[in-house]
């Protein structure tokens, strides 16, 4: 294979520590290990630290692991609501997530807006038990703002506000205390193959799950939230979880607190800074969101005109994978991650490249 940098908003290229941390991986018999050893707890209580750190989490937070973001969605529905949540739309993965409540028959509601537009937060319902937030739209690069997650939090102070991190943390600072619960999948902003999902709740999410299920309802099984939590404060899982991933996910996290986190948000801005600069001035390319403060840091969007055809050729032909639109704007968009993962030479290098074409 040629070398090849990815670009793709998830999975997308690896962190650069990953190669080494698999190799000792093998010599640490990580493929062998029993889950319930002594060891497996020493790694798996290292991971929660290690990302407690990175991402900042005040106390009273709890670190979960499951199968995947998706999978946290339906957890979510299970343990912290009972008849009804609210969701802000607009994309693909805030849709989704909706869509999840109309399977389980829930009288939620939704604010579905035109993708791109702004969301009026005066038109949350007043008495939602949920709300639904996804900080970072990836399908189309629009980021929520810490002024507009608090303005949530402040006039809904009883709601349990649910955060989709997916595609942002930990490349930007978010304050977790004005939310209630959160989650993401590895295989994004850590730059770790595809195969963990990290369920973030506090003692909120645990007293709603409790009163669910006392009130009669099914609140799910091996992971329903109190099983997590009890097998998670022993530095366990249900299951037989995915040992190779909590591994990965401690280094990384770790290397990460060593190149330290200013740094890293830094970076993402400059970074950011360079592909919002280059879609403003390339007569081809307009970027997708118009309000400059929700223009996602980590997932770059613009629309190019004539098609996206041939730019994504022309990059693939040099090594450089970048995404596709999204949905209805598969063919339009360019969508360009950039994560933890993509060096600043690296993006510097895909600017000139672009700038050129
Ligand atoms: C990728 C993504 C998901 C889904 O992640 P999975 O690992 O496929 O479950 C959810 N939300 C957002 C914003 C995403 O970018």
Redesign the pocket.
């Known amino acids: 294979m040629p070398n090849q940098l990815f670009f793709t908003?998830?999975p997308s290229q690896l962190y650069h520590t990953v190669p080494y941390h698999l190799k000792q991986a093998i010599s640490d018999h990580i493929g062998s290990i029993s889950h319930r050893s002594t060891k497996f707890q020493e790694i798996y209580g290292a991971m929660k630290l290690a990302l407690t750190q990175v991402l900042e989490l005040p106390d009273n937070y709890h670190i979960l692991t499951v199968a995947?973001?998706?999978?946290v969605w339906e957890r979510i529905l299970q343990n912290l609501v009972i008849s009804q949540s609210h969701h802000l739309v607009n994309g693909s993965?805030s849709q989704r997530f909706f869509d999840f409540t109309q399977q389980y028959q829930l009288d939620s509601t939704c604010q579905k807006v035109g993708f791109g537009a702004d969301f009026d937060l005066t038109q949350i319902p007043e008495n939602s038990e949920l709300i639904s937030i996804?900080y970072?739209?990836?399908s189309i690069g629009y980021s929520f703002t810490s002024e507009q997650l608090q303005a949530v939090r402040k006039n809904h102070p009883e709601a349990i506000i649910a955060l989709?991190v997916?595609?942002v943390s930990p490349a930007v600072k978010i304050d977790f205390s004005q939310i209630d619960t959160a989650y993401l999948?590895v295989?994004?902003c850590f730059g770790l193959p595809?195969g963990l999902?990290i369920w973030i709740v506090n003692d909120r999410c645990l007293e709603k799950a409790i009163a669910k299920k006392a009130l009669g309802h099914i609140i799910g099984s091996y992971h329903a939230l109190p099983e997590l939590l009890e097998q998670s404060a022993k530095n366990q899982t249900p299951e037989t979880p995915n040992v190779l991933s909590i591994y990965l996910l401690k280094h990384v996290a770790e290397a990460m607190l060593e190149r330290g986190l200013a740094q890293i948000h830094n970076e993402t801005k400059y970074k950011a800074t360079l592909l919002y600069q280059l879609f403003e001035n390339h007569n081809r390319l307009t970027p997708f969101i118009p309000s400059k403060p929700n223009r996602s840091q980590t997932v770059c969007v613009a629309n190019v005109a004539g098609g996206n055809e041939e730019l994504i050729k022309n990059l693939k032909q040099k090594g450089l994978i970048i995404g596709s639109g999204y949905g209805p704007y598969k063919s339009q968009h360019i969508r360009i991650a950039n994560f933890p993962a993509h060096s600043k030479e690296s993006v510097e290098m895909l600017v000139d490249l672009i700038s050129t074409y």
Do not use: L, M, R, Y
């Open positions: 908003p998830g995947s973001a998706t999978e993965f996804t970072n739209e990836t989709d997916v595609s999948s295989q994004k595809a999902g």
